[in-house]
């Protein structure tokens, strides 16, 4: 066996190796934006020579380069960021050729202090920085010591880098970056910058690029997607590509997220209900019932106007899935603030919440406002969770004995040894599991399945469909 000096200099004669450059693995903290931003790592790595690592190699810290993408949004982010750079101060002992890169929000708020805490760092690169890493790392190489590069202009669109996608028959595809809005709580403006647009076209190009390798779903990801197009002073430019998604040919479901509900227009809802690739799934975070908390975060829209929205989307289209995220205990939120969530809630019937006991993000207005005290956000996170509950059951019984059709994305769902299943999502984008009925054809990932619904879990539906008792079970490519 090489000792981790023959083998870095065994990388360097021989990049064409079964290691390549080296063999790479990247972590991943954080939301959808960061998933696929490390879908941009790894091809631009690829696109230089890196091979990925496989899981057990990972595991077993065989590697050549480790990549940390970070999320500032997440509680203790910082913590939780310096604790797994801690950790993977072991891979330098074991390998000091193997080099670790750390990228994403929180090296776009920290910088050189990373370098100056962790010095074991090769290489710190900013969210608009992911094409120079392999610059990065071959510098810190030369000069034996860590280097950073972050930039707070955006000089070229991350998706015009190459990308690896996780998978195959489901495609992120970013619109635009950033944002515009300045929500006290959130920390997003200042790590990602001003809102940037992809021109539709280039939009396009890429969704048909997609499809054309293999995907049938495509979601379109933007900090705030709906706004899409109003930097470039074209305020249906959002509908227009959901309408133009419509037409391209073989892309059988198109999803979005996030949107705000301030920018949620009626040409919105049209061109949901009247594209029928464009699934009836929307995740519209609320955050506060309460208008004077509104205020206070800086959200433009009030109650009222979100629960006509949600009458509107509702109209058009009755069997929407409307999820949203919460924030309960934002600074000076009185009882009061949180009944009128409370009661809001029980009026939009979410089919599902994320909810978030507030905590401060430094660096943003909210962190320096009078905080609700732990122990009464605790309370009423708990009581709002219960009743989420209540209506997240009533909303998932209520697909029993229906037909859905579900998009495979697994083809081992839960108890699968027992039951042969498989697991993807219905039109709404809810979770089933599958059985494959005894003697009839299993699906592969991608497959559409029509079939009874005949369970719900807590956060999940079953299909054991019987078609001796007139339970559907058919398959589509
Ligand atoms: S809309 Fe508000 S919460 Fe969403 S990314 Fe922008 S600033 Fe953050």
């Known amino acids: 066996m090489m000792t981790p000096a023959e083998r870095g200099m065994a990388l360097a004669e021989e990049p064409d190796g079964p290691r390549g450059k080296g063999l790479y693995y990247v972590r991943t903290l954080g939301c959808q934006m960061n998933v696929h931003d490390s879908e941009r790592i790894a091809g631009v790595l690829e696109a230089q020579g890196y091979r990925p690592a496989s899981l057990e190699q990972a595991r077993a810290l065989d590697l050549d380069l480790l990549v940390l993408n970070t999320c500032a949004v997440r509680e203790n982010a910082s913590k939780r960021m310096y604790g797994t750079i801690g950790k993977w101060a072991r891979l330098k002992q074991a390998n000091p050729q193997a080099q ?49 590069q972050v930039s707070d202009r955006l000089s ?76 470039m002073g074209q305020r249906d430019a959002f509908s227009r590509l959901l309408r133009a998604c419509g037409g391209v040919e073989g892309l059988e479901r198109v999803r979005f997220t996030s949107p705000h509900p301030a920018a949620f227009t009626d040409e919105v809802i049209a061109a949901m209900a009247e594209t029928p690739n464009v699934m009836h799934q929307l995740h519209m975070p609320l955050q506060s019932g309460s208008d004077r908390i509104l205020r206070a975060m800086r959200r433009s829209y009030r109650s009222e106007r979100f629960l006509s929205i949600l009458d509107k989307v509702r109209r058009a289209m009755p069997d ?115 059985g494959v009925p005894e003697g009839q054809p299993v699906p592969e990932v991608g497959d559409l399945v029509a079939c009874t619904i005949t369970g719900a879990g807590k956060h999940y539906l079953t299909a054991d469909p019987d078609p001796s008792q007139g339970q559907a079970y058919a398959l589509s490519h």
Not at 109 to 134: C, H, M, Q, S, Y
Not at 372 to 384: A, I, T, Y
Not at 415 to 420: A, F, K, N, S, V
Request: charged fraction near 25%.
């Open 100 to 148: 670790i890169a750390v990228g994403g929000c929180m090296a776009q708020k920290d910088r050189e202090r990373i370098a100056r805490r962790a010095p074991w760092v090769d290489a710190v690169f900013g969210t608009k920085n992911i094409g120079d890493l392999p610059g990065l790392l071959d510098r810190a190489r030369g000069q034996h010591r860590p280097q950073v």
């Open 156 to 231: 070229a669109f991350p998706a015009d880098l190459p990308a690896v996608r996780g998978s195959k028959s489901s495609a992120w595809v970013a619109i635009s970056v950033g944002c515009n809005n300045t929500c006290t709580f959130c920390i997003v403006p200042q790590v990602r910058g001003r809102e940037r647009d992809r021109p539709l076209g280039d939009v396009l190009a890429e969704v048909e690029r997609c499809v054309a390798a293999g995907a049938k779903e495509v979601t379109l990801l933007g900090q705030n997607v709906n706004s899409y197009g109003y930097s």
């Open 320 to 434: 929407a899935q409307i999820s949203t995220d919460v924030i309960v205990g934002f600074p000076g939120e009185s009882e009061e603030d949180f009944q009128a969530t409370m009661d809001l809630m029980g009026r939009a019937r979410f089919s599902s919440a994320f909810i978030f006991e507030y905590s401060p993000r430094p660096g943003t207005p909210a962190a320096a406002m009078e905080q609700v005290p732990k122990p009464v956000v605790q309370e009423r996170f708990d009581r709002l969770l219960a009743l989420q509950e209540r209506i997240t059951q009533g909303n998932l019984d209520s697909f029993v004995g229906r037909r859905a059709e579900v998009m495979i994305a697994q083809r081992q769902g839960r108890r699968d040894g027992m039951t042969h299943r498989v697991t993807g999502r219905e039109r709404g984008g809810v979770l089933v599991h599958v």
